[in-house]
C-alpha cells in the first residue's frame, strides 16, 4: 500500500473509480498475504496469490490504455 501512495496525482484523479477500487484490492491483498505467509504453508500460499490474480485478469480484462491522439 505504501508503494501506491506515491502514484502522480493529476494521473490519480483521472482513473476511473472501479481501476483504483481494483488497484487498491490487489495492493491490499497482497499487504495481507506478506502478514500471513510465516503462518502457511507452501500450497495455502499459492492458493492465495492464484486468488489474488484473479484481480490482475479481471482488471486486464476489463481496462486497456489508449495514447490518445
Ligand atoms: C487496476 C487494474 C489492474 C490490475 C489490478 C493489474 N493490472 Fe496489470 N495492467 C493494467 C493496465 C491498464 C495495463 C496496461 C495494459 C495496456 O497495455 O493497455 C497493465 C499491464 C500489465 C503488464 C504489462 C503487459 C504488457 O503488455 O507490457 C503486466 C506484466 C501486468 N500488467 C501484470 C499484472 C499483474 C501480475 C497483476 C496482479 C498482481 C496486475 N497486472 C494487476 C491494469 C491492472
Not at 34 to 52: G, Y
Not at 62 to 69: A, N, W
Amino acid at each position: 500500500m505504501a508503494m501506491a501512495q506515491d502514484v502522480n496525482p493529476a494521473l490519480m484523479a483521472k482513473l476511473p473509480m472501479t481501476f483504483k477500487k481494483m488497484g487498491m484490492g490487489v495492493h491490499q491483498s497482497f499487504d495481507d498475504l506478506a502478514v500471513k505467509v510465516p503462518s502457511l504453508n507452501q500450497k495455502q500460499i499459492l492458493t492465495e496469490v492464484d486468488r489474488i490474480m484473479t484481480t490482475c485478469v479481471a482488471c486486464h480484462e476489463t481496462f486497456k490504455i489508449v495514447e490518445s491522439k
